[in-house]
Protein backbone atom coordinates (compact mmCIF):
# COMPACT_ATOMS: atom_id res chain seq x y z
CA UNK A 1 0.00 0.00 0.00
CA UNK A 2 1.30 3.43 -0.79
CA UNK A 3 2.44 5.70 1.81
CA UNK A 4 -0.18 7.85 0.91
CA UNK A 5 -2.86 5.88 1.23
CA UNK A 6 -2.26 5.83 5.22
CA UNK A 7 -2.30 9.83 5.27
CA UNK A 8 -5.30 11.28 6.99
CA UNK A 9 -7.28 13.92 5.03
CA UNK A 10 -7.47 17.38 6.23
CA UNK A 11 -11.01 19.38 6.35
CA UNK A 12 -13.44 16.54 6.84
CA UNK A 13 -12.30 17.24 10.42
CA UNK A 14 -13.91 20.59 10.48
CA UNK A 15 -15.90 20.94 13.16
CA UNK A 16 -14.68 18.62 15.62
CA UNK A 17 -13.51 19.35 18.56
CA UNK A 18 -11.37 16.09 19.29
CA UNK A 19 -11.72 15.33 23.01
CA UNK A 20 -8.67 13.51 24.89
CA UNK A 21 -10.28 12.23 27.35
CA UNK A 22 -12.41 9.86 25.15
CA UNK A 23 -9.42 9.07 23.19
CA UNK A 24 -10.64 9.84 19.77
CA UNK A 25 -8.48 9.22 16.87
CA UNK A 26 -10.28 9.55 14.05
CA UNK A 27 -9.99 7.35 10.54
CA UNK A 28 -10.92 9.69 7.25
CA UNK A 29 -9.18 7.60 4.92
CA UNK A 30 -12.26 5.75 3.35
CA UNK A 31 -9.97 3.38 1.40
CA UNK A 32 -8.37 2.20 3.92
CA UNK A 33 -11.19 1.42 6.18
CA UNK A 34 -13.10 -0.18 3.27
CA UNK A 35 -10.40 -2.84 3.11
CA UNK A 36 -10.68 -2.98 6.67
CA UNK A 37 -14.28 -4.24 6.41
CA UNK A 38 -13.35 -6.28 3.65
CA UNK A 39 -10.37 -7.98 5.55
CA UNK A 40 -13.03 -8.56 8.27
CA UNK A 41 -14.93 -10.94 6.41
CA UNK A 42 -18.26 -8.45 6.67
CA UNK A 43 -20.78 -9.56 4.68
CA UNK A 44 -24.35 -8.23 3.28
CA UNK A 45 -26.25 -10.21 5.68
CA UNK A 46 -24.18 -9.53 9.17
CA UNK A 47 -25.52 -7.05 11.75
CA UNK A 48 -22.92 -5.14 13.06
CA UNK A 49 -21.98 -3.12 16.60
CA UNK A 50 -19.86 -0.12 15.80
CA UNK A 51 -18.23 1.01 18.96
CA UNK A 52 -17.27 4.71 18.86
CA UNK A 53 -18.40 5.72 15.62
CA UNK A 54 -16.82 9.37 15.69
CA UNK A 55 -18.19 11.11 12.44
CA UNK A 56 -19.32 8.03 10.70
CA UNK A 57 -16.61 7.28 8.20
CA UNK A 58 -16.47 3.85 9.63
CA UNK A 59 -20.05 3.68 9.53
CA UNK A 60 -20.41 4.58 5.90
CA UNK A 61 -18.30 1.64 4.98
CA UNK A 62 -20.13 -0.49 7.09
CA UNK A 63 -23.37 0.19 6.20
CA UNK A 64 -22.22 -0.25 1.95
CA UNK A 65 -21.15 -4.13 3.42
CA UNK A 66 -23.85 -5.09 6.47
CA UNK A 67 -27.13 -5.94 6.41
CA UNK A 68 -28.24 -3.42 9.13
CA UNK A 69 -25.05 -1.33 11.60
CA UNK A 70 -25.91 -0.26 15.27
CA UNK A 71 -23.46 2.63 16.30
CA UNK A 72 -22.75 3.45 19.91
CA UNK A 73 -21.78 6.78 20.10
CA UNK A 74 -21.06 8.29 23.88
CA UNK A 75 -20.03 12.14 22.64
CA UNK A 76 -23.29 14.15 21.98
CA UNK A 77 -21.20 16.58 19.59
CA UNK A 78 -19.86 14.18 17.17
CA UNK A 79 -23.74 12.69 16.84
CA UNK A 80 -24.39 15.47 14.24
CA UNK A 81 -21.55 14.62 11.90
CA UNK A 82 -22.45 11.05 12.14
CA UNK A 83 -26.03 11.61 11.25
CA UNK A 84 -24.85 13.90 7.87
CA UNK A 85 -22.65 10.76 7.15
CA UNK A 86 -24.73 8.26 7.32
CA UNK A 87 -28.39 9.97 6.15
CA UNK A 88 -28.50 8.27 2.87
CA UNK A 89 -28.74 4.90 4.66
CA UNK A 90 -31.75 3.30 5.85
CA UNK A 91 -29.69 0.70 7.39
CA UNK A 92 -28.36 2.34 10.57
CA UNK A 93 -29.25 3.49 14.39
CA UNK A 94 -27.49 5.71 16.12
CA UNK A 95 -27.60 5.27 19.95
CA UNK A 96 -26.03 7.96 22.02
CA UNK A 97 -24.60 6.36 25.26
CA UNK A 98 -21.53 5.02 26.88
CA UNK A 99 -21.36 1.02 25.82
CA UNK A 100 -19.69 0.24 29.89
CA UNK A 101 -23.10 1.47 31.11
CA UNK A 102 -25.64 0.13 28.12
CA UNK A 103 -28.09 -2.70 28.41
CA UNK A 104 -26.01 -5.07 25.87
CA UNK A 105 -28.62 -7.87 25.78
CA UNK A 106 -31.03 -5.50 24.65
CA UNK A 107 -28.72 -4.13 21.98
CA UNK A 108 -28.15 -7.87 21.35
CA UNK A 109 -31.70 -9.14 20.75
CA UNK A 110 -31.97 -5.73 18.33
CA UNK A 111 -29.08 -7.56 16.22
CA UNK A 112 -30.01 -11.33 16.44
CA UNK A 113 -27.53 -14.23 16.25
CA UNK A 114 -24.10 -14.17 15.20
CA UNK A 115 -23.62 -10.51 15.12
CA UNK A 116 -20.45 -8.43 14.86
CA UNK A 117 -18.32 -5.86 16.74
CA UNK A 118 -16.46 -3.40 14.71
CA UNK A 119 -14.78 -0.15 16.23
CA UNK A 120 -11.85 1.69 16.25
CA UNK A 121 -11.55 1.20 19.78
CA UNK A 122 -10.89 4.15 22.40
CA UNK A 123 -7.26 3.14 23.44
CA UNK A 124 -8.00 4.09 27.12
CA UNK A 125 -10.92 1.80 27.49
CA UNK A 126 -9.43 -1.22 25.81
CA UNK A 127 -9.52 -3.61 28.07
CA UNK A 128 -12.96 -2.67 29.42
CA UNK A 129 -14.37 -3.14 26.03
CA UNK A 130 -13.07 -6.48 25.57
CA UNK A 131 -13.91 -7.67 29.09
CA UNK A 132 -17.83 -6.85 27.89
CA UNK A 133 -17.83 -9.32 25.76
CA UNK A 134 -15.61 -12.43 26.84
CA UNK A 135 -17.41 -14.71 28.71
CA UNK A 136 -20.76 -12.73 28.03
CA UNK A 137 -22.92 -15.42 26.71
CA UNK A 138 -23.85 -12.69 24.45
CA UNK A 139 -24.36 -14.51 20.67
CA UNK A 140 -21.22 -12.36 19.27
CA UNK A 141 -19.38 -14.16 16.72
CA UNK A 142 -16.35 -12.03 16.06
CA UNK A 143 -14.80 -8.66 17.00
CA UNK A 144 -12.98 -7.11 14.78
CA UNK A 145 -11.25 -3.66 16.02
CA UNK A 146 -8.40 -1.26 16.09
CA UNK A 147 -5.99 -1.32 19.33
CA UNK A 148 -2.97 -0.42 19.82
CA UNK A 149 -0.09 -2.44 18.25
CA UNK A 150 1.43 -3.47 21.65
CA UNK A 151 -2.02 -4.64 22.70
CA UNK A 152 -2.96 -6.49 19.21
CA UNK A 153 0.68 -8.44 20.20
CA UNK A 154 0.12 -9.30 23.42
CA UNK A 155 -3.15 -10.86 22.13
CA UNK A 156 -1.61 -12.90 19.18
CA UNK A 157 1.19 -13.74 21.34
CA UNK A 158 2.18 -17.30 21.96
CA UNK A 159 3.99 -18.78 25.44
CA UNK A 160 7.58 -17.99 26.16
CA UNK A 161 7.16 -14.63 23.91
CA UNK A 162 7.40 -11.61 26.17
CA UNK A 163 4.25 -10.42 25.45
CA UNK A 164 2.62 -13.22 26.69
CA UNK A 165 0.56 -12.53 29.63
CA UNK A 166 -3.05 -12.34 31.22
CA UNK A 167 -4.34 -10.81 27.92
CA UNK A 168 -2.97 -13.25 25.71
CA UNK A 169 -4.63 -16.21 27.74
CA UNK A 170 -8.15 -14.90 28.18
CA UNK A 171 -8.17 -13.98 24.96
CA UNK A 172 -7.26 -16.80 23.15
CA UNK A 173 -9.17 -18.77 25.70
CA UNK A 174 -12.52 -17.11 24.40
CA UNK A 175 -11.42 -16.41 20.57
CA UNK A 176 -9.03 -17.04 17.64
CA UNK A 177 -7.23 -13.82 17.27
CA UNK A 178 -5.49 -12.27 14.12
CA UNK A 179 -3.50 -9.45 13.19
CA UNK A 180 -5.33 -7.98 9.72
CA UNK A 181 -2.92 -4.97 9.71
CA UNK A 182 -1.00 -2.51 10.92
CA UNK A 183 -2.03 1.33 10.55
CA UNK A 184 0.54 3.78 11.40
CA UNK A 185 -0.08 6.52 14.08
CA UNK A 186 0.19 9.39 11.02
CA UNK A 187 -3.45 7.51 9.41
CA UNK A 188 -5.08 9.12 12.41
CA UNK A 189 -6.68 12.77 13.50
CA UNK A 190 -5.03 14.16 15.55
CA UNK A 191 -2.45 10.97 15.56
CA UNK A 192 -1.73 8.90 18.54
CA UNK A 193 1.66 8.50 19.74
CA UNK A 194 1.60 4.76 19.30
CA UNK A 195 1.16 2.33 16.00
CA UNK A 196 -1.86 0.61 15.48
CA UNK A 197 -3.12 -2.54 14.66
CA UNK A 198 -6.33 -3.67 12.95
CA UNK A 199 -7.42 -7.19 14.79
CA UNK A 200 -10.17 -9.82 14.43
CA UNK A 201 -11.13 -12.02 16.97
CA UNK A 202 -13.60 -14.52 15.80
CA UNK A 203 -15.29 -15.80 18.74
CA UNK A 204 -14.92 -19.97 19.91
CA UNK A 205 -17.93 -21.56 19.99
CA UNK A 206 -16.60 -23.42 23.32
CA UNK A 207 -13.13 -23.15 25.17
CA UNK A 208 -10.15 -25.31 24.10
CA UNK A 209 -10.58 -28.00 26.33
CA UNK A 210 -13.10 -28.29 28.99
CA UNK A 211 -12.65 -26.27 32.27
CA UNK A 212 -13.91 -27.45 35.51
CA UNK A 213 -14.04 -24.43 37.67
CA UNK A 214 -13.69 -21.35 34.92
CA UNK A 215 -13.94 -18.89 38.11
CA UNK A 216 -10.73 -20.66 39.76
CA UNK A 217 -8.92 -21.18 35.91
CA UNK A 218 -8.62 -17.31 36.05
CA UNK A 219 -7.33 -17.01 39.89
CA UNK A 220 -5.03 -19.45 39.04
CA UNK A 221 -4.33 -17.13 35.73
CA UNK A 222 -3.83 -14.11 37.71
CA UNK A 223 -1.70 -14.91 40.38
CA UNK A 224 0.68 -17.05 37.73
CA UNK A 225 1.36 -13.18 35.95
CA UNK A 226 1.10 -11.36 38.81
CA UNK A 227 4.64 -12.45 39.90
CA UNK A 228 5.48 -13.92 36.28
CA UNK A 229 9.41 -13.98 37.18
CA UNK A 230 8.09 -16.41 40.14
CA UNK A 231 7.78 -20.00 39.49
CA UNK A 232 4.35 -21.75 39.33
CA UNK A 233 5.53 -23.47 42.31
CA UNK A 234 5.79 -20.16 44.22
CA UNK A 235 3.55 -17.57 42.34
CA UNK A 236 0.51 -20.09 43.09
CA UNK A 237 1.30 -20.43 47.07
CA UNK A 238 -1.79 -18.09 47.83
CA UNK A 239 -4.06 -19.82 45.47
CA UNK A 240 -3.36 -23.40 45.98
CA UNK A 241 -1.39 -26.18 48.24
CA UNK A 242 2.57 -26.24 47.06
CA UNK A 243 2.12 -29.66 47.08
CA UNK A 244 -1.13 -30.08 44.84
CA UNK A 245 0.71 -27.65 42.23
CA UNK A 246 3.86 -29.53 42.34
CA UNK A 247 1.81 -33.21 41.59
CA UNK A 248 0.03 -31.58 39.07
CA UNK A 249 3.21 -30.12 37.26
CA UNK A 250 4.76 -33.68 37.43
CA UNK A 251 1.68 -34.98 36.08
CA UNK A 252 1.26 -32.41 32.88
CA UNK A 253 5.28 -33.28 32.65
CA UNK A 254 6.42 -29.98 33.32
CA UNK A 255 8.92 -29.19 35.64
CA UNK A 256 8.48 -27.51 39.15
CA UNK A 257 10.82 -24.70 37.90
CA UNK A 258 8.28 -23.49 35.07
CA UNK A 259 6.93 -20.30 34.80
CA UNK A 260 3.57 -19.40 33.71
CA UNK A 261 4.49 -17.49 30.65
CA UNK A 262 5.42 -20.68 29.51
CA UNK A 263 2.47 -22.28 29.45
CA UNK A 264 -0.46 -22.32 26.75
CA UNK A 265 -4.05 -21.98 27.03
CA UNK A 266 -4.80 -25.73 27.15
CA UNK A 267 -2.01 -26.31 29.76
CA UNK A 268 -3.42 -23.85 32.22
CA UNK A 269 -6.70 -25.53 31.80
CA UNK A 270 -5.56 -28.47 32.28
CA UNK A 271 -3.68 -27.18 35.88
CA UNK A 272 -6.98 -25.68 36.86
CA UNK A 273 -8.44 -28.70 36.57
CA UNK A 274 -5.76 -30.62 38.67
CA UNK A 275 -6.01 -27.98 41.12
CA UNK A 276 -9.91 -27.69 41.99
Not at 132 to 147: A, D, E, H, N, R
Not at 205 to 220: C, F, I, K
Not at 224 to 248: D, H, I, M, S, Y
Amino acid sequence: MKKTSWTAGRGREDGIHFKHDLGQHFLYDTALLRSLVRRAGVQKTDRVLEIGPGAGTLTVCLCEAAERVIAVEVDEAVIPFLKVATESFGNVEILRGDIRKMNLRAISDMLGEGWLVVANIPYNITTPIFELFWGSGLPVKQMSVMVQKEVAQKLTAQPGQSAYGLASVRCQYYCRPEILATVPAAAFTPPPKVDSAFINLVFRDRPPALVTDEALLWQYVRAGFNQRRKTLLNALKGAAPPENVRAALETMGLPTTVRGEALDVKQWITLANALV
